[in-house]
């Protein structure tokens, strides 16, 4: 066990050691965008949560720190996002991208569903199923920073609407494939009084206005509404100091990330296997899609990003409501401590090599 | 004044906390104390609390009522522990009080 | 009661849109002031905090992270007005506009203390009466924004010092009006021990040396003594940033405005109106001195919202200790859900509306 | 070593919490262990904590003493809670320590 | 179902969470709830917390358990508490719980 | 006791008064480089924390928004040192700098002791002497200011780096001391049952992993490895906000160190005065071996300001665990309440002053 720590942190020493060290070669090596990417500072505080957390230190960013980032980025990220689609306005191509992306949320969680219901009960595929389907806003922004960072084009602000619009249906659809497959062996569950059992009232209120649903969507009217002179108000608040504040929040991921691999390594290799394939399987799919609606190659990664990704806040909180079966220790850790830093520092660098190949 | 009370506490995931409160106001309880963002171990294993997703976090609920109350409480928690888990006690306690309540 | 709230939460959608749509015609129309009042970003993430209130939504910027912005935007304005003075100097014009500063906050709950008195009890009028003499420190800086949006002129920093000012006497003519008044009947009172009972030293010490009072004048100081030069090293920090944090808070105070609003819907019409009527009175008074005294436009503005806005921090927080009678239900809503809403959206406008027909 | 004590427990409005210090000094209990915003609800309705006003947050104050401290915290607790509100109970408990105490 | 268990409760300075954590894992109770950054006067004198140093703060830890863990727990604490100071006492409690425990 | 506050209050107040005087003469008078040290915004909120605090103000920065100043202040210090020694390299005499750093951490610790022994038991000695042994990093950060407002030279990147070695070696000397010198005479102690006594693999892990020493050590190299790039992502977080954060951050400490001082006041003259005058003479070894090996005059300040500063955070969290014998509330407040405010007061611009006699 603590012989498995001090492997990690050597490991993630050398790893450090060693991107330095490339880093001076990087102009005759083709992989020089992936460096690229790890070299970026935010990834590389995720490094540094990692590291922290492997060496048990006492590095922590107390209560509620982190929700200060976390709100801070979706607030800014939903404002920028609305001012540049005021600039493109909502036209055709903007229509039919979010139809794609409310039609990938709603596919991955039910084929998802019957790979995991080969080696799970119903409750805890419907829930992981739930999970890939719906997005990770902080992987998102990743994937704009990586695109800023490598001086490619910007993707479009609609495609911060995607990212609203993926949020919720994989929820609704999760819960629905529960209800469909849920054996009614335990008739037992009748005990629990009425009041406190389910209600679709309460899982659609969970699932279209919590909170950071809410917050990025409602940025995103007033960055619409707002528009250009909206954004010289806000953008020293909103944009000079975003990646300051991505670093800090990665630098907390890093730190439980790495605490949650543990909860992971006693299920086999089903679960880890699931949560690096399947984003790229998604990511894949998701290329496609974008290639065939005609979007930029921005806009491909973004989508492609969104697709790959897989929630560990909204999601998880509904399905502790809505499916308290399920078990939030396979669920949360497979999408913060594996298929998160598997799309931070493999998947996006890919993704883009992939697009590159189909976009020439 | 002195009452005698009986004094129940309850610990439990903090996503409970709305559906314990719904009960407690349904069972009439004259009040009730709460203490957010508790940690521990129980069956479920640790839940040492998690900044990023707000999950593992327990809260605590005390609730100081008569003997009639303790046992609505006892029961009604009874039902619903099987499928949330975490933790019910009950004990007793004397209850200080003013001459007169205020209104 | 839940009809209620969508009803509230439907009313704000439509509005939001109707925003929107006037937009494009505020060009044609004569009200573009308060137009532009309501898309500044600011304010728009106020009514964002409000409809995430009304629909229930779990948005929440978690304790203590309120304090940080509110903390922030203290240090800001008070040392951004000390600068200001350091530059304009301290001059005979700037003692009379703090005169006038006081007598407003010493007259204001004498005269609003009788109107109350006709519907309530000592206790709680003479509360209402404190909380209505005293300012809003966000309302004044919601003030000074849209001047700034508006392209107006800037008002002078010792109107920070009239803030500042107009703190404390409010609370000190509260207390004396509730102890003149209150009636002797409660005997049994006396079997309080003495040394947990009343005491003037206590009021004054709360009135004056209460946070926010000390690091707003605290911070007027440290911007008077380090004039331009202390500027360049914070503004950055104190105005780059600033709208944004102001965002921040307005969306948290949005939330807790909206769920307050349930508290007074039962008391009647009488302290609804009171909380809509009492700040335009206190604005026209305070324009009236304003053109008496011979300020600007800008400071007029300035000077007649902090006679308009209500205090919902320093005097609830002195009135639960001196006058622990009063109901805490009845002024804080009043201030924080009626007055401050109806000062953001249509106060600050409004003010300025009459003041440009009695300047012309 | 074993001793039986009393445990004194207060819920009240956190403004309060400094009356409440001077008082517990001045009686001489040898400790006190307190808990700040604390929620709940009591005679005077919800109290969930309000981020921007710090108003409408209880703390929890909890005294180990003996039954002579315990009768006098409550004296002094009956006459001053009429004007405050919140909950004060007296409960028994052990008090585990080691042979000597710490200087 | 009912069962008379014990309640232990422990305050004691949040450096020594850990340990204390320790020792109850390895004594092997079912579970214990913690609140972190309690504060409280003692025979160290007050602990008012400190936001700049992290020092000076206590935590509060409550075990629920049988009568053998909690005779077990009052041992181990008298031997370090010489060494840590804090406060450790026992009660009576009656846990409530559903008709079969989750597994 | 209350007179003593009414006193330091006036005396701040008159403090105060007497440096917005002295501004004016301070180009005739030689004394100015303390007067523009003491003008400087950030130690302007330290004194108004201590004010506020010696009034007995409610003012509170409530945690944990402290330790999001103090975790920013770490990771933009190292960061901004990565990148500067990014682009000087490190080259010899970056490593004898580097080397003098660990040596002083190390010598300090000892002759201190044998003084402390004096007056105070073994585990006091050591603790206090560890204390004095390490480093405060917000004293470097306002020496590293100090430089930035007077216009001089900047230090180089490698003093970060200086400060991170700094932070661990006096832990581990100053334990090693009390393991040596502890008398045996409590043998009652074997009571304490193995597995919780003490353990050099705690220690060195207390000393090496903590998270503050982690924190800038990591962004010291992540600044290293992203370079000049990196800080064009980051400068507007890590320079921009930074002097603003900092004023923050020394609002607080003057409210703690305020707080802190009646903890020292009855332990007689041997602490307060052992807590000015060592600051001094480690200054003074610190600029003799600075001149020695050469340094500039910004890096001799800035490594006079190590030797001369004490830790308050690090070195009581490890004395806590590794030396329970010594008491906290005599070293925490002789680092905080008084070699803090002494070193930022009078301290750095007197080194300063030594220093530029020396190498003119
Ligand atoms: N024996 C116990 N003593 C004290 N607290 C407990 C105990 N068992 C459970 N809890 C608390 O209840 C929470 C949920 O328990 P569980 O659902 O059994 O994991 C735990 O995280 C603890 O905070
Ligand atoms: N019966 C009760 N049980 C537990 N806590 C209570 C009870 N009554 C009051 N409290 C606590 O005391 C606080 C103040 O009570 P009150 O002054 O009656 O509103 C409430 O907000 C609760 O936290
Ligand atoms: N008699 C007591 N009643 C309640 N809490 C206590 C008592 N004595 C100590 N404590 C708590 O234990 C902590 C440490 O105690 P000590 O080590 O004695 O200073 C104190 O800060 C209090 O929080
Ligand atoms: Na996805
Ligand atoms: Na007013
Ligand atoms: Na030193």
């Known amino acids: 066990m603590t012989k498995l720590y001090r492997c990690a942190a050597f490991f993630f020493g050398f790893f450090l050691f060693a991107i330095f060290k490339l880093r001076k070669w990087r102009m005759q090596v083709n992989v020089s965008i992936i460096i690229d990417n790890l070299l970026h500072p935010p990834v590389l505080f995720f490094f540094l949560g990692m590291i922290a957390s492997f060496c048990k230190s006492d590095l922590k960013i107390p209560d509620p720190l982190p929700k200060l980032f976390s709100l801070y980025l979706l607030l800014a990220i939903g404002f920028h996002g609305g001012v540049e689609l005021n600039k493109t306005g909502i036209n055709h191509a903007v229509i039919i991208t979010l139809g794609a992306a409310i039609l990938m949320a709603a596919l991955v969680p039910v084929y998802t569903f019957f790979i995991l219901k080969i080696k799970l009960d119903v409750a805890n595929a419907a829930a992981i199923a739930a999970t890939y389907g719906s997005i990770s806003a902080v992987t998102f922004i990743t994937a704009i920073t990586f695109l800023e960072t490598s001086g490619l084009a910007e993707s479009g602000g609609y495609m911060v609407a995607a990212l609203a619009l993926m949020e919720s249906p994989a929820i609704v659809i999760g819960i629905v494939l529960y209800k469909l497959f849920e054996k009614k062996e335990k008739k037992e569950g009748s005990l629990v009084p009425e009041p406190y059992g389910f209600s679709w009232g309460k899982v659609l209120h969970e699932a279209f206005l919590n909170g950071s649903v809410l917050l990025i969507t409602g940025s995103l009217v007033i960055g619409l509404v707002s528009g250009e002179k909206g954004w010289d108000t806000l953008s020293p608040f909103a944009k000079d100091i975003f990646k300051g504040m991505l670093s800090f929040f990665l630098l907390d991921m890093g730190l439980i990330a790495a605490k949650r691999i543990g909860d992971v390594k006693n299920t086999g290799l089903f679960l880890p296997a699931f949560g690096v394939v399947i984003p790229v399987i998604n990511a894949c799919i998701g290329i496609f899609i974008a290639r065939l609606i005609g979007l930029s190659q921005s806009d491909a990664l973004v989508f492609s990003v969104l697709c790959a990704s897989a929630s560990y806040i909204a999601v998880p909180a509904a399905m502790r409501l809505s499916v308290p079966e399920a078990n939030p220790s396979l669920y949360v850790p497979m999408a913060l401590a594996i298929t998160f830093p598997f799309n931070i520092i493999v998947g996006i660098p890919l993704y883009f090599y992939i697009i590159t190949l189909f976009w020439k | 004044m002195i009452k005698h009370r009986k004094k129940v506490e309850i610990v439990t995931d903090s996503v409970e906390i709305k559906t314990v409160i719904e009960l407690l106001d349904e069972i009439g309880v004259s009040g009730y ?55 019910c006690i009950v004990s007793d306690a004397i209850v200080i009080s003013g001459h007169s309540p205020a209104p």
Chains 1, 3, 6 share one sequence.
Do not use: P, Q, W
């Open chain 2, 33 to 87: 104390t709460i203490i957010r963002d508790v940690i521990g171990k129980g069956g479920r294993g640790k839940r040492m609390g998690d900044e990023v997703t707000d999950l593992l976090k327990n809260s605590y609920i005390m609730v100081i009522c008569n003997d009639i109350e303790a046992h609505k409480i006892a029961e009604a928690i009874m039902s619903i522990k099987r499928k949330f888990g975490g933790i």
